[in-house]
């Protein structure tokens, strides 16, 4: 081996390592704007409401010495500040409570999901919920909404109720907020 011509040699390896380098750029460049301007990855165009709402419980504190377990809770469900959501996109969901149904004399679990709308008569699918907005959770309103039985009265003792938003643009949905007694 000739060590001076190995000192004086100016061929290497490096433009083919150069031009290799370069080639790879060149692909994750592309790849990256591909993903960009195609939306690859992106799964849901609509984003959760960001939305404040806040629950008042009201207790009822009547006894009847016939009936137990009937009482007539009340649960306001308030649009506190946020973005406007549509009625329509809301449920409720109701899970652990009891409602009493005054000509049998007895008590049923309910473990319903309700809209928005139709906890509020005077609100459409279509309204707008937004700041100083609200909706009760009572027996009046659940008994409009159930078939059967009666609800004459609404227990909501160990209850869990959930605000839920439904995503119109996919079979997504997101809880808002939670309320459990």
Do not use: C
Request: aromatic share 8%; proline share 3%.
């Amino acid at each position: 081996m000739n060590v001076r011509t190995l000192f004086t040699d100016d061929s290497a390896v490096s433009p083919v390592i150069g031009v290799v380098l370069m080639v790879a750029i060149t692909v994750l460049l592309a790849a990256t704007a591909a993903t960009f301007f195609l939306g690859i990855g992106q799964e849901n165009t609509n984003a959760t409401p960001q939305a404040a709402f806040s629950f008042e419980y009201a207790q009822d504190t009547e006894t009847r010495a016939s009936a137990p377990d009937y009482r007539t809770d009340t649960l306001k469900i308030s649009h506190d500040t946020g973005d406007t959501v549509t009625a329509g996109n809301l449920d409720v969901a109701v899970s652990g409570a009891k409602t009493y149904e005054e000509s049998s004399d007895s008590t049923t679990g309910l473990d319903e999901r309700f809209r928005w709308d139709e906890l509020d008569s005077g609100v459409g699918a279509d309204s707008s919920v937004s700041g100083g907005t609200s909706v009760r959770v009572n027996a009046n309103n659940v008994d409009s909404v159930i078939s059967s039985p009666t609800a004459d009265g609404l227990n909501l003792d160990g209850a869990t109720v959930k605000l839920v938003w439904d995503d119109p643009g996919s079979d997504s949905t997101f809880t808002l907020n939670s309320w459990t007694d």
